[in-house]
T-cell receptor, first 117, second 109 residues
Framework: GAVVSQHPSRVICKSGTSVKIECRSLDFQATTMFWYRQFPKQSLMLMATSNEGSKATYEQGVEKDKFLINHASLTLSTLTVTSAHPEDSSFYIC?????????????FGNGTRLTVT | GENVEQHPSTLSVQEGDSAVIKCTYSDSASNYFPWYKQELGKRPQLIIDIRSNVGEKKDQRIAVTLNKTAKHFSLHITETQPEDSAVYFCAATDYKLSFGAGTTVTVRA
């Protein structure tokens, strides 16, 4: 089945530093990838839609200058948390849909646990 | 945008009994409704999905029903087992996936 690889799985960084998270579709092409954020015991909240070759679309309330998204190829999207602060600590999960169509299931990466100290 | 409501937030059932989780959605354009199971610290796993042109779908002990007129859909798990204990999320989409708040299911042995 379709596999989405996300790295790193865990990262601890100091306040003020930046962290990059990679999301790769291993065996399918994904023109669009989605980035979610999940706080403990809460649901997945869509942060942004990553579009290959164009700018990402951010959900209301998500700072685009803080959460930089780059979708450089049909198999790779990156999320960079810039100038991270403790409140950015969360579980970040990427997902991708096979370009086969909108009825195709979303495949999720394993997630990245970010802890900002 | 799409707003998905999910109930109950927690559900405790005796092993062997059935579990039912209900969701409603707001956007009539939504046409794909997946259900995910998430274990602690892990990614959501798709367990079943249904498209808007189908009213019911079953896969072994899991079934999903969809009522487009009322804009609600439900997950049914029969003969529950301890390994069914997890958080379950419903979702709805026309393009972007919107998740319900989640239901923590505990199956008591």
């Amino acid at each position: 089945g379709a596999v989405v690889s996300q790295h790193p799985s865990r990262v601890i960084c100091k306040s003020g530093t930046s962290v990059k998270i990679e999301c790769r579709s291993l065996d399918f092409q994904a023109t669009t990838m989605f980035w979610y954020r999940q706080f403990p015991k809460q649901s997945l909240m869509l942060m942004a839609t990553s579009n290959e070759g164009s700018k990402a679309t951010y959900e209301q309330g998500v700072e685009k200058d803080k959460f930089l998204i780059n979708h450089a190829s049909l198999t790779l999207s990156t999320l960079t948390v810039t100038s991270a602060h403790p409140e950015d600590s969360s579980f970040y999960i990427c997902s991708a849909r096979d370009d086969g169509g909108r009825f195709s299931p979303l495949h999720f990466g394993n997630g990245t646990r970010l802890t900002v100290t | 945008g799409e707003n998905v409501e999910q109930h109950p937030s927690t559900l405790s059932v005796q092993e062997g009994d059935s579990a039912v989780i209900k969701c409603t959605y707001s956007d009539s354009a939504s046409n794909y409704f997946p259900w995910y199971k998430q274990e602690l610290g892990k990614r959501p796993q798709l367990i079943i999905d249904i498209r808007s042109n189908v009213g019911e779908k079953k896969d072994q002990r899991i079934a999903v029903t969809l009522n487009k007129t009322a804009k609600h859909f439900s997950l049914h798990i029969t003969e529950t087992q301890p390994e069914d204990s997890a958080v379950y999320f419903c979702a709805a989409t026309d393009y972007k996936l919107s998740f319900g708040a989640g239901t923590t299911v505990t199956v008591r042995a």
